[in-house]
């Protein structure tokens, strides 16, 4: 043991010339870096708190311009072993697995135990599990720092998906997660619904907080004027689709200019642009989105025959990249719709909010392995002002209330319904009349863009990260029951979850 500790001294190496004296912060995400939001928030947070930040991952998706220009902050690439296709047969899984594993647990290991100056804190994004959550452990363990822990999900969970729950790998990465991810100086969790799972059903040891996600300040609404100017990004990719109306001068797809005093306005004949933005896996049952769509356009011919069209054409835009991607675009490409279209797309991070800022509606099709994750598709709609249709599952109701901030839904069949219910006889010059969709704007605007995520994050997590020894000496103080803090639910301005807090309270303190 002194042997190890004595190795982990050597290896904590003062912070280099590039730290210009400040203290370090290791962000380690087992993933694609450009394509972690919440990680990416953390950093920003990090850096504006006066921290140098490491970040460590996979090169993949482009970094944030701000980010990658930052003097302050380092990344470190790991290599990466290619994925198992999912049409490959489940025993090459199995084998391929253990390997890939080892290979990223040596590399991980070298990468934060000797390139990385010794930080004060390790922030580790979960899933994924393995190897990310033992090396991590050892680490921090031989460098004698805090480790926090921000569960996104459960690896299990993730596992039991593709291989089922009664599978012998799901319940070892089951068996893993619990030993490995059992005690830190922090656990973050995403959601209320979490964080009570992790202290009640795993008994976590070290504090237990909810850091719910909320979009940066660069996500809002855009005017008519804005639009405009942006609806570039969807015209190029749809000039040749003949459903859609034809693009004259100083005209966009949704959007004209008046020559004369330059006003600009919303076209009567422009199609309702429908955003949806998915990672292509199994989780997210994105063939029920089809269906709906195609119920939509059956009904809106069925009900317009012969008479003035009330209902709409429908432009849904998907952004995001994905292994089964391409398997529903050959889909989209067979079907036979008049009043729909679909556009496929990967957008850099600074045009995706300007995307969210100019629709009319969100659709989050997320599941949720383990139903205790919220998707965060819905929090950057949120942050642009945009209502959403969101699939229903138990802890969606921390982030969507039904009929306050948007819709949800079970089937194909209700889905388009709403469609139905929002969009017949919609004001397509005037969309800020549509009584329905408009009252959820103003819902979002008062309770979820009340705080951002800078604001979020420096009232619940800051203030732990700046005594951090004080931190884990009082979450230990009762280590059967650990401490924990449950942040407010985004709509906890109710009566009901306000008596719903102060029973929650009464129950730790009876605990204490």
Not at 74 to 83: G, K, V
Not at 84 to 97: D, F, H, N
């Amino acid at each position: 043991m002194v042997l190890f500790r004595f190795i982990g001294y050597l290896a904590t190496k003062p912070p280099k010339v590039s730290a210009l004296g400040k203290s370090a912060f290791c962000i380690v995400v087992l993933g694609d870096v450009g394509h972690s939001p919440r990680m990416l928030l953390h950093a920003r947070s990090a850096l504006s708190a006066g921290w140098r930040v490491d970040v460590i991952g996979y090169k993949g998706s482009r970094l944030p311009e701000d980010l990658e220009s930052h003097p302050s902050i380092q990344f470190h690439f790991l290599s990466e072993l290619p994925r198992v296709p999912e049409s490959m047969p489940r025993i090459l899984y199995y084998l391929y697995a253990p390997i890939k594993a080892i290979f990223l647990a040596f590399q991980l290991f070298y990468v934060a135990m000797f390139n990385v100056p010794a930080p004060e804190v390790y922030v580790v994004q979960n899933p994924p599990s393995i190897p990310t959550l033992h090396v991590m452990q050892i680490v921090n363990w031989l460098k004698q720092r805090h480790l926090v822990i921000d569960w996104h999900n459960y690896g299990a969970s993730m596992v039991a998906q593709r291989l089922g729950k009664r599978s012998i790998f799901t319940k070892l990465v089951e068996r893993y997660e619990r030993l490995w991810g059992y005690k830190a100086t922090i656990h973050v969790c995403v959601s209320r619904a979490m964080a009570r799972d992790l202290l009640y059903k795993y008994e976590k040891r070290g504090k237990v907080i909810t850091l719910y996600d909320r979009a940066p300040e660069s996500f809002h609404r855009l005017v008519v004027e804005e639009t405009h100017e942006l609806e570039k990004l969807v015209q190029e990719q749809t000039l040749n689709r003949t459903f859609l109306p034809t693009i004259g001068a100083n005209q966009t797809l949704f959007t004209e200019k008046n020559t004369t005093n330059g006003t600009v306005f919303f076209r009567a004949d422009r199609p309702i642009l429908i955003v949806s933005s998915t990672s292509w896996t199994a989780d997210e049952d994105f063939q029920m989105l089809l269906d709906a769509a195609k119920q939509y356009d059956d009904h809106s011919k069925t009900e317009s025959s012969g008479k003035v069209n009330s209902f709409p054409k429908l432009l849904f835009v998907i952004t995001g990249k994905g292994p089964l991607k391409q398997h529903y675009e050959e889909i989209v490409s067979k079907m036979a719709l008049e009043n729909v279209a679909f556009i496929t797309t990967w957008l850099s991070p600074e045009d995706y909010p300007l995307l969210l800022g100019s629709a009319d509606l969100g659709v989050s099709l997320h599941t949720s392995t383990s139903g205790v994750d919220l998707p965060m598709k819905v929090v950057d709609m949120f942050g642009c002002g945009l209502p959403v249709c969101a699939f229903k599952y138990p802890a969606l109701e921390e982030l969507v209330v039904a009929k306050s901030n948007g819709l949800v839904f079970e089937s194909a069949n209700e889905l388009k319904s709403q469609f139905v219910q929002l969009f017949k006889g919609f004001p397509l010059s005037d969309p800020e009349t549509q009584a329905q969709l408009q009252g959820m704007r103003n819902v979002i605007q008062k309770t979820f863009q009340a705080t951002r995520w800078e604001q979020n994050w420096n009232s619940t997590l800051l203030p732990l990260l700046r005594n951090l020894d004080k931190t884990w000496s009082d979450s230990q103080m009762f280590a059967e029951r650990p401490v924990y803090s449950l942040s407010p639910r985004y709509d906890d301005n109710t009566p009901e979850e306000a008596s719903a807090n102060e029973y929650l309270e009464g129950e730790v303190e009876a605990e204490e």
